[in-house]
């Protein structure tokens, strides 16, 4: 569908460099990342507004990389949705369709069409500065559809709308998408990503640096930018050694880990940092090493438990919040560890500020990265 090769472009001290990715026809694609990175450097040169310095775009095996924004069969909706003032929101989607249809009746026709598929019908006689973000919003997406776009580009389009709003639009483009139209869609927000993306791509400095589904990328981040990216609380950094497990009957304490009963002694790989030491698994060599755990992989309990988990640490919580998911709550076990519980378990745990608990972690379960 839409191939992007080594695609670069530099302004001013920014340089968008060698960005390549392949969208499938009916994809929902997400650029994801913070302000500055060049996901709307990119958007804006896959629709023909910045030119590329090199670089190819093909769309459908059609080379568009020198074609006109209006020939490349691909449709741009802006942030600030970038409607005529002026001009009501039948004028509006209108005048996206000048030189497609032939006669007025049938131009009046396909917007009264449009209109009913963004659900603004009753607000075609309005203008945009009487509308809220996202009935302009939809308004400037029916005008980008009349075009008939093989391929739609959306440019932060959920940013601006209030918490309801941006239900019902996030609604709306899964309805479309359904209806096999390509997007590519640029965020900052991982959460949008996850409810709308079927794979990812994530941009830091000017390139994309891992592609994958959104659920993917938050189970195995392929860098510490990319886990702190999307939401993971707990990094650390340490080195790797080759050491002798300890044995099963090891004393649990803050910080320290005890092994599984199912273990012996074995040269085993050993994370190290200040305050922790933990049991992983990782064909790195001894050396610097970063090591991601996500809150959700970690299980909290009242009294040490036997498990297959290969790491106990012991701790205090000092706080606890409600966050999506369930409850997270913040341990001192000479590090900060966060981890992710349901309100039952809460309940059943009878956890507070200040209960003394241990929280088990599996090694399968934590990312290691070279540091």
């Given at each position: 569908?839409l191939?992007v090769?080594?695609?670069s472009k530099?302004?001013?001290s920014?340089s ?12 929902y694609?997400?650029l994801l ?5 060049g996901?709307t450097?990119?958007l ?7 030119e590329?310095?090199?670089?190819r775009?093909?769309?459908n095996g059609r080379d ?9 069969g ?8 970038a ?5 009501t ?7 996206g ?10 131009m ?9 598929e963004?659900?603004i019908s ?5 203008k945009?500065?009487?509308?809220s ?12 559809l009349?075009?008939e776009p093989?391929?739609l580009l959306l440019?932060e389009?959920?940013?601006?709308l ?8 996030r609604g ?6 359904r209806k096999k139209?390509t ?14 993306a079927s794979?990812v ?8 640096v891992q592609i ?9 981040p392929?860098?510490e930018?990319v886990a ?5 609380r ?8 080759r050491q ?5 009957g090891?004393?649990?304490s ?10 012996v002694a074995?040269?085993e790989p ?11 698994l990782?064909?790195?060599d ?5 090591v991601?755990i ?13 498990s297959?988990a290969?790491n106990?640490i012991a701790?205090?919580i ?9 409850i ?5 076990a000479?590090?900060e560890?966060a981890a ?10 009878r ?6 608990v ?8 934590i990312?290691v990265?070279d540091?």
């Amino acid at each position: 569908m839409l191939r992007v090769e080594g695609l670069s472009k530099s302004f001013g001290s920014f340089s968008m460099n060698d960005v390549s990715f392949d969208v499938s026809e009916g994809e929902y694609f997400v650029l994801l990342g913070p302000s500055g990175t060049g996901k709307t450097v990119l958007l804006e040169t896959l629709a023909g507004m910045m030119e590329a310095d090199d670089g190819r775009i093909t769309l459908n095996g059609r080379d568009i990389t020198g074609e006109s924004v209006q020939k490349r069969g691909i449709g741009l909706v802006f942030q600030d949705q970038a409607l005529f003032p002026h001009m009501t929101a039948r004028a509006n989607i209108a005048y996206g369709l000048h030189g497609r249809m032939a006669g007025k009746n049938a131009m009046q026709a396909r917007v009264e069409e449009l209109a009913e598929e963004m659900e603004i019908s009753h607000l075609l006689e309005r203008k945009p500065g009487t509308l809220s973000g996202g009935e302009a919003q939809r308004v400037a997406l029916a005008r980008a559809l009349g075009a008939e776009p093989d391929c739609l580009l959306l440019d932060e389009p959920l940013s601006s709308l209030d918490t309801g709003a941006r239900s019902r639009m996030r609604g709306l483009l899964r309805r479309l998408n359904r209806k096999k139209m390509t997007i590519i869609h640029v965020t900052h927000d991982y959460e949008e990503a996850l409810s709308l993306a079927s794979r990812v791509g994530i941009m830091e400095g000017g390139r994309i640096v891992q592609i994958d589904s959104p659920e993917r990328i938050f189970r195995d981040p392929g860098s510490e930018f990319v886990a702190r990216f999307v939401g993971i609380r707990n990094f650390f950094r340490g080195r790797i050694e080759r050491q002798t497990v300890a044995d099963p009957g090891d004393h649990v304490s803050g910080g320290d880990f005890s092994a599984g009963a199912e273990h012996v002694a074995a040269a085993e790989p050993v994370f190290i940092s200040d305050g922790i030491k933990l049991d992983i698994l990782t064909s790195l060599d001894a050396g610097d090493a970063v090591v991601v755990i996500r809150s959700e992989d970690i299980t909290v309990s009242t009294e040490p438990v036997s498990s297959s988990a290969r790491n106990v640490i012991a701790g205090v919580i000092v706080d606890i919040a409600p966050v999506r998911g369930g409850i997270e709550i913040l341990i001192d076990a000479g590090v900060e560890l966060a981890a992710t519980v349901t309100s039952r378990s809460v309940e059943r745990l009878r956890l507070e500020i200040g209960t003394r608990v241990f929280s088990s972690i599996k090694a399968s379960a934590i990312k290691v990265l070279d540091g």
